[in-house]
């Protein structure tokens, strides 16, 4: 009778202390499952775009909504998980996060035009988001000490390796079968959490009453804020920022709903995001490191792809293939990050790790027209090494040493800022590509002149060539002249926009020292369980 009452949807929490290290192994790695397809479908469209486009006769202005219309969803529910873990409990949010993300999953690989698809999109973004901060929060809960770091390093490593793999598991199953798929292949890893995880999970209840004094107020501003956030950084470098009247109305919605959102949290007795954890020094630093990582981490991956695709013409598949690198080198860091985690503070490995992400995106640099997954191995193993060994320290240095009340609260904030640098980091990544190709197309026409004696023997040489095709007259030369020129800006722009991400890295690097040595917790908080 005892044994089916602990299968009961609301039997009584199980004390952590009491379950066995293989139970809070398999519950963990179960969570993970749930974590990493929400963290893979981020990504997964990105290289399988344009076969989307195709296949649902949409544009690419409607199409990069499939990829938007997910993080702004994501990007608004992430904070608010907090809250709802203790409204319904970890197990049953956790859940019905993982039943709503399936669903719509299926129903984003059925859809029949753009429209019904960026509909599923955002319901699947909005839906499956809060599996992400709550395995942050139960890591925590179940592990401790030695334990606690080596969970710490699995999330690390699914936050970053999930978005990076996202391409080129997309750009496979694209070639390979059809773009329908990349959201078919969540069916069956969904349904399995959505019913392993409420045997498993156990630790809290839910607590209904928090709905009489809930921030509601709160939610909708948060809402707005970072909605109209994420469509600005989304559509701004697309229609040329505040010139348009949709993107500056959108601002300053965020803006003043921003402020609004700020003042009540600080003043409101029962907030629905917990912003005074920021008055700890760690958790602040963390959430900025957070917010770095985020910005190289989706922004390269990001760039890295465009790159291969509009430059080098690469397919789905090719380019899937040519970024692979950089997911393989960092799953080969892990064992590296488990020796280094148990014998040097984590500060200092974060420290490195930061260090070397700054070294990988001066690598990228040189890059040239003609790179390809040869050229790219160097600087995507370095950010591969660099990604493992920076990630998984700054989660236990930022949410170790807070008591499991506040990590509940404090976890989607963390998590928040990892996916709003990577909306920044993109958003200033696509306004460098336009504004500084501009700049050096116009730099390089000016030697592009009669005087320029490489050029006209080039123009000369292309004569020729189009004239034994029969199709031989000034037009057709100056026009691949003009093609040529286009791209060598176009590359000069990217080398760019690596090194602003760089800079990036190299201030995090320079703040590490400011972070304290982390330390537990003194004692379990009353409603820890």
């Given at each position: 009778?005892?044994?089916?009452?602990?299968?009961?949807?609301f039997s009584a929490?199980?004390?952590?202390?009491?379950?066995?290290?293989?139970?809070?192994i398999?519950?963990?790695?179960?969570?993970?499952?749930?974590?990493?397809?929400?963290?893979?479908d981020?990504?997964?469209?990105?290289?399988?775009?344009?076969?989307?486009?195709?296949?649902?006769?949409?544009g690419?202005?409607?199409t990069?909504?499939v990829?938007t219309?997910?993080?702004i969803a994501?990007?608004?529910?992430?904070?608010?998980?907090?809250?709802?873990?203790?409204?319904?409990?970890?197990?049953?949010?956790?859940?019905?996060s993982?039943?709503g993300?399936?669903?719509t999953?299926?129903?984003?690989?059925?859809?029949?035009?753009?429209?019904?698809?960026i509909v599923f999109?955002?319901?699947?973004?909005?839906?499956?988001?809060?599996?992400?901060?709550?395995?942050f929060?139960?890591?925590?809960?179940?592990?401790?000490?030695?334990?606690r770091?080596i969970?710490?390093?699995?999330?690390?490593?699914?936050?970053s390796?999930?978005?990076?793999?996202?391409?080129?598991?997309?750009?496979?199953?694209?070639d390979?079968?059809?773009?329908?798929?990349?959201?078919?292949i969540?069916l069956v890893?969904?349904?399995?959490?959505?019913?392993a995880?409420?045997?498993?999970v156990?630790?809290?209840?839910?607590?209904?009453?928090?709905?009489r004094?809930?921030?509601?107020l709160?939610?909708?501003?948060?809402?707005?804020?970072?909605?109209?956030?994420?469509?600005?950084?989304?559509?701004?470098?697309?229609?040329?920022?505040?010139?348009?009247?949709?993107?500056?109305?959108?601002?300053?919605?965020?803006?003043?709903?921003?402020?609004?959102?700020?003042?009540?949290?600080?003043?409101?007795e029962?907030?629905?995001?917990?912003?005074?954890?920021l008055?700890?020094?760690?958790?602040?630093?963390?959430?900025?490191?957070?917010?770095?990582?985020?910005?190289?981490?989706?922004?390269?991956?990001?760039?890295?792809?465009?790159?291969?695709?509009?430059?080098?013409?690469?397919?789905?598949?090719q380019?899937?293939?040519?970024?692979?690198?950089?997911?393989v080198?960092q799953?080969?860091?892990?064992?590296?990050?488990?020796?280094?985690a148990?014998?040097?503070?984590?500060?200092?490995?974060?420290?490195?790790g930061?260090?070397?992400?700054?070294?990988s995106?001066?690598?990228?640099?040189?890059?040239?027209?003609?790179w390809?997954?040869?050229?790219?191995?160097?600087?995507?193993?370095?950010?591969?090494?660099?990604?493992?060994l920076?990630?998984?320290?700054?989660?236990?240095?930022?949410l170790?040493?807070?008591?499991?009340?506040r990590?509940?609260?404090?976890?989607?904030?963390?998590?928040?800022?990892?996916?709003l640098?990577?909306?920044?980091?993109?958003?200033?990544?696509?306004t460098i590509?336009?504004?500084?190709?501009?700049?050096?197309f116009?730099?390089?026409?000016?030697?592009?002149?009669?005087?320029?004696?490489a050029?006209?023997?080039?123009?000369?040489?292309?004569?020729?060539?189009?004239?034994?095709l029969?199709?031989g007259d000034v037009?057709?030369?100056?026009?691949q002249?003009?093609?040529?020129?286009?791209?060598?800006a176009?590359?000069?722009?990217?080398a760019?926009?690596?090194?602003?991400?760089?800079?990036?890295?190299?201030?995090?690097?320079?703040?590490?020292?400011?972070m304290?040595?982390v330390a537990?917790?003194?004692?379990?908080s009353?409603?820890?369980?």
């Open positions: 009778m005892n044994a089916i009452a602990g299968r009961m949807p929490p199980i004390d952590p202390a009491a379950l066995s290290t293989s139970q809070k398999f519950a963990f790695a179960t969570m993970c499952v749930g974590m990493f397809i929400a963290l893979l981020i990504q997964i469209v990105s290289a399988s775009l344009r076969d989307i486009g195709g296949g649902l006769s949409a690419t202005d409607e990069a909504w990829q219309s997910y993080l994501e990007i608004v529910v992430i904070p608010l998980s907090g809250w709802l873990s203790r409204v319904m409990s970890t197990r049953w949010l956790f859940a019905a993982a039943a993300f399936t669903i999953s299926m129903l984003c690989g059925v859809a029949w035009d753009i429209k019904s698809m999109r955002a319901l699947q973004g909005f839906l499956g988001g809060s599996m992400i901060p709550t395995v929060t139960t890591a925590f809960v179940f592990f401790h000490n030695k334990q770091v969970a710490a390093a699995t999330i690390g490593a699914i936050a390796l999930a978005p990076t793999l996202g391409p080129t598991l997309g750009g496979w199953i694209t390979n079968s059809s773009w329908h798929w990349l959201f078919f969540n890893p969904g349904i399995f959490v959505t019913v995880v409420p045997m498993l156990n630790i809290d209840r839910p607590d209904v009453s928090l709905l004094n809930a921030d509601y709160g939610m909708v501003l948060l809402a707005l804020f970072l909605g109209c956030l994420e469509y600005t950084l989304e559509e701004g470098p697309r229609w040329n920022w505040f010139s348009d009247q949709v993107i500056l109305a959108n601002a300053w919605v965020s803006g003043l709903a921003g402020v609004a959102f700020v003042a009540r949290s600080l003043t409101y029962h907030p629905v995001v917990d912003l005074s954890a008055r700890d020094r760690n958790f602040a630093l963390g959430s900025f490191f957070s917010f770095v990582t985020g910005i190289g981490l989706f922004s390269t991956i990001y760039l890295t792809p465009l790159f291969l695709g509009r430059v080098r013409g690469y397919s789905a598949l380019i899937g293939e040519a970024i692979f690198s950089t997911g080198f799953i080969l860091s892990i064992p590296l990050y488990a020796f280094l148990r014998r040097y503070d984590l500060r200092w490995i974060m420290m490195v930061l260090a070397l992400f700054a070294v995106m001066w690598d990228f640099s040189p890059i040239t027209h003609d390809g997954a040869h050229e790219l191995l160097l600087p995507q193993a370095l950010r591969g090494m660099a990604q493992q920076a990630v998984p320290p700054a989660v236990t240095l930022t170790g040493s807070l008591a499991p009340a990590l509940r609260l404090a976890s989607g904030l963390f998590n928040l800022m990892r996916n640098g990577g909306a920044i980091g993109i958003a200033v990544c696509a590509l336009n504004d500084r190709t501009n700049l050096h116009y730099r390089l026409a000016e030697h592009l002149n009669t005087s320029n004696e050029m006209n023997g080039w123009l000369a040489q292309t004569n020729a060539h189009l004239a034994e029969g199709q037009d057709g030369s100056l026009h002249l003009w093609q040529l020129t286009y791209r060598e176009q590359t000069l722009s990217y760019d926009a690596f090194l602003a991400i760089g800079l990036c890295f190299v201030i995090a690097t320079a703040m590490v020292p400011l304290r040595k537990p917790p003194a004692g379990p009353a409603d820890a369980h």
